[in-house]
């Protein structure tokens, strides 16, 4: 993600390139298709051997604060009408460039409001066609059969079309100018089927709006690839996003109905604030890789027993990726021979990448790899208090508990209420002295951040063991050249929802009248 140049201005020289756009390096000749490998575990210690660069509080300010975003639903008449009050966002790269996305839209032509977080792999192609498209599918599932009748009727007659969207993005968030059109018509093409396959009056459902929106686009991204593009650069364009890949988690909310649909290792949790104050975490997704035993059992069922070894080997899925759902990654779900037709009609470009002309070990009955989400129903209730959606690099470095505590206490101000934890470890006096002097300055000092992803992302990269934020620790670890950051940490995005407890209040009671 760029950013702007007074904040490049203050950092090391090797943070820079982190921040660029996927498209911007791809102009620039670069190819950001390198899989680094995502580690079951990254160790945070910050020893000497790193020999970093020691940012100033205004620096690592500069660096946290550069991607984050927020938005205020407007109130109407002085009141909230909505179940969402707003929600902030953050973005901070490992990778050069970064590999995650985030979108957060409105859904006009319907009701609700959508939160995703799409965290790529082997580049960032995929994950930033999913940021532009994935939400227009969805919104088109949505869609009554009459108003998709409208949406045909204006395309047919050459009339303005009403905006399916409001999107609320970062400067820093793009879109893909030259496949715009070509993002349309496939888009279009989906409609008119949906026209095809319903009723008058009839209404949508969004459990199946949202399997049909995930598994459509994927079917694009492959369909795409396979027909390639008389224009050079939107059929390496296509082939990058097709041969990259990216998991997805997206929130649907719409009054106290709270969809999640999930294909892959990011994840959503609900921050639930109990009688007492104090903050519970209440899981909305499950990850799909080697730690869920029903994911294992779903891949290794699918393909025959002489495969059972091989199919799951290390933890990843044919020994080489660690989701086991993702859009693009056609490496993992078209067969040998389509591989190579599609490469050997490609670019010449594609044909220098060692990722793409590689066959994973064991590939006897693909596909291997599906993007069909996991979907998740919640009915909201006053209580819950706020929804946090992050990629992988989260929760990597906090529980999910954590990450409610931080959150809530953030959000209320009541952390200065706890009684002080130091676990089982032994504190001298003046340890323990030190904590209670950082205590009492950290009612201030969480107010630094306006964000509460901000201040979320501060405690995911500069927590020490008790749980505090270490600036010397958070220094180094945001100053580590860009060969070094990968092996420390992944891109971490963060999206957290906040919810009006009165407004689901009375939707519930509306609902159950």
């Not at 949406?151 to 079309?161: F, I, K, N, T, W």
């Not at 220098?352 to 979907?375: G, M, Q, R, S, V």
Request: proline share 6%; with cysteine.
């Amino acid at each position: 993600m760029a950013v702007t140049s007074q904040v490049l201005r203050g950092l090391p020289r090797a943070l820079a390139p982190c921040l660029l756009p996927c498209q911007q390096q791809l102009h620039s000749g670069s190819v950001c298709h390198k899989l680094p490998p995502k580690c079951t575990s990254r160790s945070y210690q910050t020893s000497s051997v790193l020999r970093s660069y020691i940012l100033t509080p205004p620096q690592v300010n500069s660096i946290l604060k550069a991607n984050e975003y927020s938005f205020k639903v407007p109130e109407f008449d002085g009141k909230n009408v909505s179940a969402v009050a707003g929600f902030e966002s953050n973005q901070l790269p490992a990778n050069a460039p970064i590999e995650d996305r985030r979108s957060v839209a409105t859904c006009l032509q319907t009701r609700g409001m959508l939160l995703g977080v799409f965290d790529g792999h082997a580049g960032c192609a995929c994950a930033q066609a999913l940021s532009e498209r994935l939400f227009y599918y969805i919104a088109v599932s949505l869609l009554p059969h009459d108003t998709l009748c409208e949406l045909e009727a204006a395309v047919e007659s050459g009339r303005a079309l009403s905006p399916i969207l409001q999107w609320h993005k970062h400067p820093n968030d793009y879109f893909s100018r030259e496949a715009q059109t070509l993002y349309f018509n496939s888009l279009r093409t989906y409609w008119q089927e949906l026209i095809d396959l319903t009723s008058p009056g009839e209404v949508p459902d969004t459990h199946e709006a949202l399997l049909n929106a995930f598994k459509r686009l994927d079917n694009d991204l492959s369909l795409e690839a396979q027909v390639g593009d008389p224009n050079a650069f939107l059929h390496y364009w296509v082939l990058r996003v097709a041969f990259s890949g990216a998991t997805a988690c997206v929130a649907h909310i719409d009054g106290p109905d709270l969809f999640i649909a999930n294909s892959g290792d990011a994840r959503a949790v609900l921050g639930v604030q109990e009688e007492d104050g104090s903050f519970s975490c209440h899981t909305l997704s499950n990850d799909h890789s080697a730690q869920n035993d029903v994911e294992v059992a779903r891949i290794r069922g699918e393909h025959p027993a002489s495969e059972r070894k091989t199919v799951i080997r290390q933890d990843r899925l044919l020994g080489l990726l660690m989701p086991f759902r993702a859009f693009g990654d056609v490496k993992f779900k078209w067969s040998i021979e389509l591989q190579k037709r599609v490469l050997e009609s490609g670019p010449d470009q594609l044909h220098e990448n060692e990722h793409t002309k590689f066959i994973p070990p064991n590939y006897h009955t693909p596909p291997y790899l599906t993007a069909e989400p996991e979907i998740t129903y919640h009915r909201l209730r006053p209580q819950d208090r706020f929804l946090v959606i992050g990629s992988d690099g989260l929760w990597e470095t906090l529980h999910r508990q954590e990450v409610v505590r931080i959150v809530g206490e953030y959000l209320t101000g009541m952390h200065q209420r706890q009684p002080l934890k130091v676990g089982g470890y032994k504190v001298t006096l003046g340890q323990m002295q030190g904590f209670l002097e950082e205590r009492k300055a950290r009612l201030s000092s969480a107010f630094e951040d306006q964000n509460s992803a901000t201040h979320l992302m501060r405690h995911a990269v500069g927590n020490n063991e008790f749980g505090t934020v270490d600036h010397e620790r958070l220094s180094k670890m945001l100053s580590l050249p860009e060969e070094l950051a990968r092996m420390y940490r992944d891109d971490i995005t963060i999206i957290i929802a906040q919810f009006n407890p009165h407004v689901i209040g009375a939707q519930r009671q509306e609902g159950e009248s």
